[in-house]
């Protein structure tokens, strides 16, 4: 017994070495992995605090300034106003997709209905069509309207983007909940509206929770919509990057900090939500 | 009856807003692809001509360029993003402090707007002051002069670049919730019979994985084949047309040329591609194929 443990602990011995050099190996490969993904935010983070005379180098050590968003939110850029178009298009977007899509997904749970399936699969199948395809109609349909260049028009258009993809995620929530509860308040007298509103929404609020920030952030960084409805009046936050190209070249400082104002909601509302986000994205796909 | 009808009184509203903003305008296309129509020489729609903006597709040459350089595109990027985010979900998802933190914050790379990452990228690639340009310099000297955004595989290489950059967190943090969702039992059942640590991989852990790795690819190309914004802020589908996936060419066709009926056609061919892909996929789903 005792020859063998002895034998035995040889090999362990080699076998700690090579696992220790195994962990500083993934150590070392978790920080590539940091770098790649994080060093480009830094940069631009970076980029956004530097003085004009800094940002065609590559050095780290500058004199930080406010200046870049002092000047992307003075009246020769304004970022405000694109700020306010941005915040305008996503708020009424949201404001008709959630509660369309809840409604619509509580129905689609609950009962039995005749071509539910092939309703489901055709607004799945929707969105394998490229948007190009939907944005050619509208653009001539609100082009004979006279509502090109207007936030109404892109919240039209991202509505046929949100409302399905809205649809998928809170059914899948709501199928998980199960019916029981409701059938007890239906048996105590409560109506059916009143079951939907005291019961089943506390229940699904992780569910449109995500389904919100999901539509929010693909409606805040929509860019080919608004690259071809908006020339000037409704250009929301992502086409008005571009307009740091000028005659000069790319002003890259001010780019960089009106990106970072532009991308802030987004990144804080991801962190908020992010673990029932994942579930909500991977469950829904599994299933 | 009341009762009965309540169903259709929910589902309605999204019904008829989806019918609006979604299949109206999806078969008004589709109408308009059967058309010759240059917007510039008229604001009415042209004469019929059946499928025959179809059939120009196939015999010119900027679109097979185009379809070519999308399968490049595609193809590399869905295989590069897989591979990583299955690396880094492995990397990732054990059980210690530091990682969870990672974890956390490793969603913000999906959060940022994919037109800022492309101009980003643009900034970071300029040979003269671009930080990438810079770093890829030192590390790999004969580099250093790369014009990363002027040459045709370079643009391609730096537009991949982009696009796995995008995914790779979304897709990564998909794998490390199939992961870490495992049942632990296996990897010590496979701990004690000495299976090594590639053995689990291959034989153990990836089998696991097999259906997220399926929903991944599914996610994976139809993403990269709607892929618009990097492309529009990174090369505009330069130099020349080497970066010019179909998306893209569509996009020209339809809001630089104006030539609507042919920019329709071309649209559908793309869904008819992606859908054609989606199938294969799904099938593969259902039968539980083997994955190689």
């Not at chain 2, 692809?33 to 900027?62: T, V």
Request: proline residues 4%.
């Amino acid at each position: 017994m005792e020859l063998m443990s002895r034998g035995a602990a040889l090999p362990q011995k080699k076998k700690l070495i090579s696992k220790k050099t195994m962990s500083i190996l993934e150590v070392l490969c978790v920080i590539l992995v940091a770098i790649f993904l994080f060093l480009p935010i830094f940069w631009i983070v970076i980029t956004a605090f530097k003085p004009e005379s800094e940002v065609y180098t590559t050095s780290l050590f500058f004199q930080a300034t406010l200046d870049n968003f002092k000047t992307v939110f003075g009246s020769a850029f304004d970022l405000g106003k694109y700020y306010t178009n941005s915040i305008i298009v996503v708020l009424f977007t949201l404001i008709i997709t959630i509660p369309v899509s809840v409604l619509a997904s509580y129905s689609l749970s609950r009962f039995q209905m005749r071509g539910k399936q092939v309703f489901m699969f055709a607004i799945l199948a929707t969105q394998f069509i490229p948007l190009v395809v939907n944005v050619i109609p509208f653009f001539i349909m609100f082009r004979n309207w006279g509502i090109i260049d207007t936030t109404l028009a892109l919240i039209i258009v991202n509505l046929g983007h949100t409302i399905p993809y809205a649809i998928w995620l809170t059914k899948g929530f709501i199928d998980r909940i199960p019916v029981d509860m409701e059938e007890a308040a239906t048996i105590d007298g409560a109506n059916r509206l009143q079951v939907l509103w005291h019961i089943l929404l506390p229940l699904a609020k992780p569910g449109i929770i995500t389904a919100t920030v999901f539509c929010f952030v693909i409606t805040w960084n929509e860019f080919m919509f608004a690259l071809v409805l908006t020339q000037q009046d409704a250009v929301t936050l992502p086409v008005a990057l571009s307009f740091f190209n000028g005659e000069k070249g790319v002003l890259w400082n001010q780019m960089a900090a009106a990106g970072i104002v532009f991308v802030l909601p987004t990144v804080v509302f991801m962190l908020l939500v992010r673990k029932q986000f994942i579930l909500g994205m991977t469950s829904g796909g599994v299933k | 009856m009341k009762k009965k009808l309540f169903k259709y009184w929910l589902l309605a509203p999204a019904f008829i807003f989806i019918c609006g903003t979604t299949l109206y305008p999806l078969m008004r296309s589709f109408w308009i692809s059967l058309h010759d129509w240059d917007l510039k020489e008229s604001a009415e729609m042209g004469p019929f001509i059946g499928f025959d903006n179809y059939i120009r597709a196939f015999s010119d040459s900027q679109f097979w360029n185009s379809v070519w350089i999308t399968i490049i595109f595609t193809a590399s990027t869905v295989i590069l993003t897989l591979t990583l985010s299955i690396i880094v979900a492995l990397l990732l998802s054990k059980d210690k402090k530091y990682l969870s933190y990672l974890r956390v914050v490793l969603i913000i790379p999906f959060a940022l707007s994919p037109a800022l990452v492309g101009f980003s990228w643009r900034f970071m690639l300029n040979p003269d002051y671009g930080l990438f340009d810079k770093i890829i310099g030192f590390l790999i000297p004969p580099l250093a002069d790369v014009v990363w955004l002027g040459s045709s595989t370079t643009a391609m290489i730096a537009l991949v670049s982009v696009v796995v950059w995008i995914w790779l967190p979304f897709m990564s943090l998909m794998f490390i919730s199939g992961l870490m969702g495992m049942p632990r039992e296996v990897f010590e059942a496979a701990q004690m019979d000495g299976a090594t640590r590639l053995q689990t991989l291959f034989h153990i852990t990836l089998p696991m994985l097999k259906p997220i790795i399926l929903i991944a690819s599914i996610l994976m190309t139809m993403f990269t084949l709607k892929a618009f914004d990097p492309i529009v802020t990174l090369t505009q589908g330069g130099p020349g047309d080497s970066t010019e996936v179909l998306n893209f060419f569509i996009y020209k066709t339809g809001f630089r040329f104006f030539d609507m009926g042919y920019s329709s056609a071309l649209g559908y061919i793309l869904a008819l591609i992606t859908i054609v892909f989606v199938i294969i996929y799904m099938r593969r789903l259902v039968k539980g194929d083997e994955w190689n």
